[in-house]
């Protein structure tokens, strides 16, 4: 099964705290799997931890979460070596992809040697639905900001693009996060974007922005563009609500 257009469901959240593992499944994510419209079986998710060096005990966490949620799982890792022989043909092979975070810029940069972004793009065109957090959002846009480089945020802007848009993620949780995407907008660094408070998501269907979703009442996703003055204009966006 695919979804019926190219679908990204790009978030700062995705996952709640778990009382039996470490995270559980949360609204975000249960609803990117949804989309890929999977009946009569269970739905085949593919995990990436690419951005944070595919730790072993953050694809634990993902076996957990899946055997909880009923997923059938499975995970692509690039670290000490690819563990499948063909990348493109696995990520075709899943309903849902999903991209944890960590470092977008080591992400990009091990994707961008293994051929990862183009067997992503094959991916999205066939109608499987992408997903992730952080990092796992940032990196289906041109760019935004990142921790990746110190603890001083700096731009990236080697996204995969498969969304025109920048993106901004923790918007509301990381006192840099605001201020700097407001900023790089504005000098034209980075194009016109969108940014989530922790705890929401952006859906696109093709190159559009459709809807903004959030598991936390309260949070919001945001537009931010360069206004006519060259100064930022953020516009805060109707944000739906998921139950879970």
């Given at each position: 099964?695919?979804?019926?257009a190219?679908?990204?469901?790009?978030t700062?959240?995705?996952?709640?705290?778990?009382?039996?593992?470490?995270?559980?499944?949360?609204?975000?994510?249960?609803?990117?799997?949804?989309?890929?419209?999977?009946?009569?079986?269970?739905?085949?998710?593919c995990?990436?931890?690419?951005?944070c060096?595919?730790?072993?005990?953050?694809l634990?966490?993902?076996?957990?979460?899946?055997?909880?949620?009923?997923?059938?799982?499975?995970?692509?890792?690039?670290f000490?070596?690819?563990?499948?022989?063909?990348?493109?043909?696995?990520?075709?092979?899943?309903?849902?992809?999903?991209?944890w975070?960590?470092?977008?810029?080591?992400?990009?940069?091990?994707?961008?040697?293994?051929?990862?972004?183009?067997?992503m793009?094959?991916?999205?065109?066939?109608?499987?639905v992408?997903?992730?957090?952080?990092?796992?959002?940032l990196?289906?846009?041109?760019?935004?900001?990142?921790?990746?480089?110190?603890?001083?945020?700096?731009?990236?802007?080697?996204?995969?693009?498969?969304?025109?848009?920048?993106?901004?993620v923790?918007?509301?949780?990381?006192?840099q996060?605001?201020?700097?995407?407001?900023?790089?907008?504005?000098?034209?660094?980075?194009?016109?974007?969108?940014?989530?408070?922790?705890?929401?998501?952006?859906?696109?269907?093709g190159?559009?922005?459709?809807?903004a979703?959030?598991?936390?009442?309260?949070?919001?996703?945001?537009?931010?563009?360069?206004?006519?003055?060259g100064?930022?204009?953020?516009?805060?966006?109707?944000?739906?609500?998921?139950?879970?």
């Open positions: 099964m695919t979804a019926d190219p679908t990204i469901l790009a700062s959240g995705g996952v709640v705290p778990s009382a039996r593992h470490r995270w559980s499944v949360g609204p975000l994510t249960r609803y990117a799997v949804d989309l890929a419209g999977v009946e009569g079986r269970a739905p085949r998710v995990f990436l931890a690419t951005a060096g595919d730790q072993p005990a953050v634990r966490d993902f076996y957990d979460m899946a055997q909880e949620a009923g997923f059938h799982g499975n995970h692509l890792q690039l000490p070596m690819p563990n499948v022989p063909d990348i493109r043909a696995h990520l075709l092979a899943q309903d849902v992809i999903w991209v975070g960590g470092s977008v810029a080591g992400l990009l940069a091990m994707w961008e040697l293994h051929g990862v972004g183009e067997a793009r094959a991916a999205w065109e066939a109608g499987v992408l997903t992730g957090v952080s990092a796992g959002s990196c289906w846009h041109t760019g935004g900001t990142t921790d990746s480089f110190g603890p001083d945020l700096r731009p990236v802007t080697n996204g995969l693009g498969l969304v025109p848009y920048s993106n901004g923790h918007y509301d949780s990381e006192e996060r605001r201020p700097l995407f407001q900023e790089l907008v504005a000098e034209g660094v980075l194009p016109t974007g969108y940014a989530t408070d922790d705890g929401v998501g952006l859906l696109y269907r190159t559009e922005l459709v809807e979703l959030t598991e936390e009442d309260g949070k919001a996703a945001y537009r931010v563009e360069r206004g006519p003055d100064r930022a204009v953020e516009t805060r966006l109707d944000t739906r609500l998921l139950r879970s």
